[in-house]
C-alpha cells in the first residue's frame, strides 16, 4: 500500500521558517520523481518543488525560488521542503506527491495531474 505522509505544517510569523517532510512507503522510491504543491481554498493546486530521487535534480516555481530547498534522504525514503523567508502568501495547505521518472528525469515537472501519489496534505499558515 502506497502512503505518502507529511508533516512539519504550523503556523508562523512572516520571515520566519518551517521544514515540511513527507515519509514514502509502498512503492519503489528511486523510480519516482517527488514533488511539493500547495493549494488554498478556491484556487488551483500549485507545483512549488520537485525533486528526481535518482539524481537529486531539483526545479522550483519561480514564487518560491531562493526561499525554500527541496531536498531528500534516501536512506529513509523521505523528501523534505525548507521552507525559509516565509510569506503571507505561502500560506496553504501543502501536499507531497510522487510521479513515475524515466531514467530519473522528472517529465511531470510541477503539473499536479501527472503525480500518482499523494499525501493528505500539512497546513501552512504565515502572519504578517
Known amino acids: 500500500q502506497v502512503q505518502l505522509v507529511e508533516s512539519g505544517g504550523g503556523s508562523v510569523q512572516a520571515g520566519g521558517s518551517l521544514r515540511l517532510s513527507c515519509a514514502a512507503s509502498g512503492y519503489v522510491y528511486s523510480r519516482h520523481c517527488m514533488g511539493w504543491f500547495r493549494q488554498t481554498p478556491g484556487k488551483a493546486r500549485e507545483g512549488v518543488a520537485q525533486?528526481?530521487?535518482?539524481?537529486?535534480?531539483?526545479s522550483y516555481a519561480d514564487s518560491v525560488k531562493g526561499r525554500f530547498t527541496i531536498f531528500q534522504d534516501n536512506a529513509k525514503n523521505t523528501v523534505y521542503l525548507q521552507m525559509n523567508s516565509l510569506k503571507p502568501e505561502d500560506t496553504a495547505m501543502y501536499y507531497c506527491?510522487?510521479?513515475?521518472?524515466?531514467?530519473?528525469?522528472?517529465?511531470?515537472?510541477?503539473?499536479?495531474?501527472?503525480?500518482?501519489?499523494w499525501g493528505q496534505g500539512t497546513q501552512v499558515t504565515v502572519s504578517s
Open positions: 506527491a510522487a510521479a513515475p521518472s524515466y531514467g530519473g528525469t522528472c517529465y511531470a515537472a510541477l503539473a499536479p495531474s501527472e503525480y500518482t501519489y
Open positions: 525533486i528526481s530521487t535518482m539524481r537529486s535534480s531539483t
